[in-house]
């Protein structure tokens, strides 16, 4: 009797082991506090670009980004920004300090996350829109780190997020996505959570009405 028992229970193991293989799914997802999110691959292509630097164009998830370092003459996107890492912003730019260091912006203090911990980032909030500002002023403008701030691009500011780092938006009153490339600091307005370029913006369809309410979350990127 002890013998048909072990049999028994020994084919219902075997069963049960099948049927949760067939059940496995392979592809390329990521889960983070409940959500699931695809790794998107990046294509990266050097060109010669204005103002004696070099630009790179980054492909990603069919959006295209176009990187121009900035002159160090500029001025920053955001006039409070005091210092980075313990160093003034120009310099902290110049030794590559800027990813995910401290810095100051008009006497306060903010520390962005981890890159790791960036990976889970997902929050909705209150987004609004910057940029043609600097259209009727000479030159251009640089954000935080580094890159020629472009007010028709898609690119972002984030108070907490590494430099750079890529984000799928989702505005939430039309259900219309993007994926931006967050290169700057901000806002600094309570309530905010997300400064997009006005070209940005324009592609959510809440440029008219200056913000809107949005999903962010970063996505995977490799390549």
């Known amino acids: 009797m002890n013998k048909i028992v072990y049999l028994f229970i020994l084919s219902f193991l075997c069963g049960l082991l099948f049927l949760m293989a067939c059940c496995v799914v392979s592809t390329a997802y990521k889960v983070g506090k409940g959500t699931v999110k695809a790794t998107y691959v990046v294509t990266k292509t050097s060109v010669k670009g204005a103002f004696g630097t070099a630009k790179v164009i980054y492909k990603v998830g069919g959006f295209t980004f176009n990187v121009v370092t900035a002159p160090l ?3 920053f996107t955001q006039d409070g920004l005091e210092s980075i890492d313990g160093l003034p912003p120009k310099e902290a730019v ?33 987004a609004s829109w910057y940029g043609y ?8 403008h640089m954000t935080a780190n580094g890159e020629a701030f472009d007010p028709n691009g898609l690119n972002a500011a984030h108070k907490h997020l ?39 913006a324009k592609r959510l369809g809440y440029y008219n009405n200056g913000t809107a ?7 995977e990127v490799k390549g």
């Open 94 to 126: 110049k030794r590559g300090k800027v990813k995910n260091s401290p810095y100051v912006v008009n006497g306060k203090r903010y520390v962005p996350m981890s890159v790791e911990a960036s990976k889970e980032y997902r929050e909705k909030g209150l």
């Open 213 to 219: 309410r949005v999903l962010v979350e970063t996505i």
């Open 133 to 140: 500002e600097t259209r009727n002023q000479k030159g251009g």
């Open 162 to 200: 590494p430099l750079p780092t890529y984000v799928k938006v989702t505005n939430l009153s039309n259900d219309r996505s993007i994926i931006i490339r967050v290169n700057d600091r901000g806002p600094f307005i309570k309530g905010r959570i997300i400064d997009l370029s006005a070209g940005a």
């Open 73 to 75: 003459d500029w001025p």
